[in-house]
């Protein structure tokens, strides 16, 4: 037992740590983003924030590519492909000094990234099912979230010590060091009756398989509003604590202490999925999640900023909430698809990542001296969301127990 308790356990860190290198190439980079854009010659604040969202598109494009191709030829195979293109795009964003060049680079470092970061999901799903699922994907984002507590203060102490360019050779490092943890401890997960031949058509096919589980769409997008509202934050956060609050020395602390409550929460939800449900944790965290923005907007929506003190309070209040729905509405979304766990798990990462880059950006252009229009933004999506939640037949006879 103390055997298969480890197993669990290296298992579980393993997976963390692959999709942990994705959150490290974002959230180092926060701290040093007036640095970089200084040296590309970017041209406001509000441009920096490409070099975050940018990524994430990367991170949707490339799971299309790798996710199919995991069903034929096998989940570790496509780890490596993808963090060979992420050294490449990594090379990229060193050596050139053009903005356009850096997003295209940014761009390129999440097309291999998402290998990783959807591999992982797919070897979970491969490995789990049902409520047990959720709790193993929740406890892999709790440990996942851990990278955002120090990458910040990682970031600013390399940018200090070597310069910018040091961040990005450290996240090549540390990637080196777990593509040889997961090579010499991870055993292939794709099983050989889902194993399928390759064509063009297992696109096609998947794709339609997705569509047909209305179950799987709708959480897809679900996953879509909410990460699109979290990019937000990702993108101006530096701009917020630092510009117009005028905290940029605390920035990497105060990124640390929302991480740390992201993860509470998520511990908290790991616990508590096994005897509620996913379905109903959802439904609770949405309601959360659209209230508490409403309550901001109503306050403080019409006035100057409030206190530093209340806005990290409405912050640890939202992404509490945030932490109850990532994990789980990925779960919720894969449950259906262990027969296209590779495509379906592309599927879902690619749909919600393009709903989210466009959202992103478009509330991030009106956060200039004002956090009111993030606040704003996760209302609105907070409420899309539950609309979409309540459009699912089956959710709505459970809740009104019908059935």
């Given at each position: ?48 924030q490409k070099l975050i969202t940018t990524i994430f598109l990367g991170l949707g494009a490339g799971q299309l590519i790798f996710g199919p ?227 901001y907007v109503i306050l403080f929506g019409f006035e100057n900023n409030p206190s530093f003190e209340i806005l990290l309070l409405f912050f ?88």
């Open positions: 037992m103390q055997n298969q308790q480890r197993s669990q356990l290296e298992f579980i860190v393993l997976m963390a740590a692959l999709m942990s290198i994705v959150a490290l190439s974002i959230d180092a980079v926060l701290p040093a983003l007036p640095t970089i854009g200084d040296y590309i010659s970017s041209v406001s604040e509000t441009e920096n191709l995991s069903d034929s030829f096998g989940r570790k195979p496509m780890v490596y492909f993808g963090f060979g293109v992420f050294v490449i795009a990594s090379i990229i964003c060193i050596t050139t000094r053009s903005f356009e060049m850096m997003l295209f680079g940014r761009v390129l470092q999440g097309v291999g990234l998402s290998s990783p970061r959807t591999m992982s999901i797919a070897i979970v799903r491969d490995s789990y099912s049902g409520d047990h699922m959720a709790k193993i994907l929740s406890i892999v984002v709790m440990t996942f979230i851990l990278v955002p507590v120090i990458a910040p203060m990682l970031g600013q102490f390399l940018l200090f010590q070597f310069g910018w360019k040091s961040i990005f050779i450290v996240n090549l490092v540390f990637g080196f060091l777990i593509m040889l943890w997961f090579w010499k401890r991870q055993p292939e997960t794709l099983h050989e009756e889902y194993k399928k031949s390759f064509s063009l058509s297992i696109f096609k096919t998947g794709t339609i398989a997705f569509f047909k589980i209305k179950s799987a769409v709708i959480y897809t997008l679900l996953s879509g509003f909410i990460t699109g509202s979290f990019m937000v934050y990702l993108s101006t956060s530096q701009q917020i604590f630092q510009v117009q609050y005028n905290l940029g020395e605390y920035f990497p602390y105060i990124f640390a202490s929302l991480a740390i409550a992201i993860g509470l929460a998520t511990y908290i939800n790991s616990a508590l999925v096994m005897r509620f449900g996913m379905k109903n944790l959802v439904h609770l965290a949405l309601i959360a999640f659209a209230s508490i923005s409403f309550i640890t209040l939202q992404f509490a909430s945030v932490a109850f729905l990532f994990g789980n509405l990925r779960a919720l979304a894969m449950e259906p698809m262990g027969h296209i766990a590779g495509i379906g798990s592309a599927l879902n990462g690619f749909i919600s990542t393009v709903m989210a880059v466009p959202i992103a950006n478009y509330i991030g252009s009106f956060v200039k001296d004002s956090v009111a229009p993030l606040f704003l933004g996760f209302m609105v999506c907070g409420l899309i969301s539950l609309v979409l939640f309540y459009s699912n037949s089956k959710t709505i006879r459970k809740l009104l127990k019908i059935t």
